[in-house]
């Protein structure tokens, strides 16, 4: 498949390549070029007459086909909130990728999230990466991106109506750091000792984020409890991202000094709870202009995942940078989920999910005229 005659924004260094074209060989960009220069051959040429390629944008942070579209309980699978600890769960084995918003995702030019647990336990469970649009085998990217913790609010109101630990987040943190100590004794025991230990599958789940191979992802809004994720991630030495980080603006040069990564938003939301009363749209671009690496994300179902682009398009009217809120969509998601060598830009040897638009993405009105992920167009635009 050839597309010809596009302005292709690369979110690499080159940048814009004006009056150019692209082609896709199989699920891969294969090639580009210049118009004037000439075109390959192709048994399938679609000229889009000088509107823009994209990147596939990428929503870091979501819950798509963990809390299912327009179900209460039976489609209710992201908080196994009967026990606090459960870093064993898989986000693959609750997810519908059948889901009708994971093509409303597709249609909005979305192809890649990261969805998994909510935030009810402070350990939650294990992350997973899809791609929007394929049959089921196409669509798993990663089935253990990362391992999902939760500080602050959510959990001690979970647990509160139960009776039950943490209702403070004093124990909050105290029941990460037990689970992080009993794994840390338990890989231990299995390099050190000749006989294996009694199986424990929650520390099976934590030896690869102990060894640095999995970030985890924590959830926290307040400054103190993002102080909290950032001590107990450096006690145990764990590679770090956090979500959220709604009063990260305030502590943005500390947060630049620790070389924090954020998924920053929801960006739409109301200040539903007492944990988001500083909730501030400007938030990503402080954190830009402060150094901080920071995406994008809708928190679907929280946002609907569609209005992701409008959502990095907030962030261009409260002060960040054009280049930068697409980036936060497309090339910064990819970095801080390590997906860089896939998906993210506009380079050869990287998946072909990008979308095309005639006007600005980040616009209330855009719709893109077409996308492809995987190098398949999604049907039914």
């Keep these: 498949m050839l597309i010809i005659n596009a302005e292709i924004v690369t979110m690499e260094a080159e940048g814009i390549l004006h009056n150019a074209w692209l082609q896709v060989t199989g699920k891969k960009l294969a090639a580009l070029g210049f118009m004037a220069e000439g075109t390959p051959k192709d048994d399938e040429i679609i000229d889009i007459q000088g509107a823009s390629v994209y990147p596939g944008f990428i929503d870091a942070h979501t819950h798509l086909g963990m809390w299912e579209n327009g179900l209460a309980f039976e489609g209710d699978d992201g908080n196994e909130d009967t026990d606090p600890s459960t870093p064993h769960l898989r986000a693959i084995d609750a997810v519908n990728f059948f889901d009708e918003c994971f093509a409303e995702a597709a249609r909005a030019g979305v192809t890649t999230i990261v969805t998994g647990p909510g935030s009810a336990n402070p350990i939650g469970g294990q992350l997973a990466v899809y791609k929007t649009f394929g049959n089921p085998e196409e669509q798993l990217v990663e089935p253990y991106l990362a391992l999902k913790l939760a500080l602050g609010e959510n959990p001690k109101s979970t647990y509160h109506g139960k009776g039950e630990t943490p209702v403070t987040r004093m124990a909050t943190a105290a029941i990460i750091r037990e689970q992080l100590l009993k794994a840390s004794r338990y ?30 992802h924590i959830h926290c809004h307040r400054r103190d409890d993002i102080l909290t994720a950032i001590r107990i991630a450096e006690e145990f030495g764990l590679d770090y991202v956090l979500v959220h980080a709604t009063e990260g603006y305030m502590i943005a040069d500390y947060l630049k000094g620790k070389g924090a990564k954020i ?60 280049e930068s809120a697409l980036a936060a969509i497309t090339s910064v998601p990819a970095a801080i989920c390590g997906l860089s060598e896939r998906i993210g830009s506009i380079k050869l040897g990287k998946d072909a ?6 006007g600005d993405p980040l616009s209330i009105s855009a719709t893109p005229q077409m996308v492809f992920v995987s190098g398949k167009r999604v049907n039914a635009l």
Excluded: T
């Excluded at 890989?187 to 030896?207: G, M, S």
């Excluded at 809708?298 to 907030?314: C, E, K, R």
């Design 263 to 322: 998924l920053s938003g929801p960006l739409l939301c109301d200040r539903s709870k007492p944990e988001l009363k500083n909730l501030s749209p400007s938030s990503v671009g402080v954190l830009f202009e402060a150094g901080v690496q920071s995406a994008i994300i809708s928190d679907h179902p929280v946002i609907p995942i569609q209005y992701l682009p409008l959502s990095a398009g907030i962030a261009v009217r409260e002060g960040l940078p054009h």
């Design 187 to 216: 890989l231990q025991d299995l390099e050190e000792n000749e006989e294996l230990p009694e199986l424990d599958v929650k520390c099976e789940a934590l030896i690869p984020v102990l060894k640095k191979e999995k970030p985890v």
């Design 353 to 358: 999910d990008f979308s095309v638009f005639s």
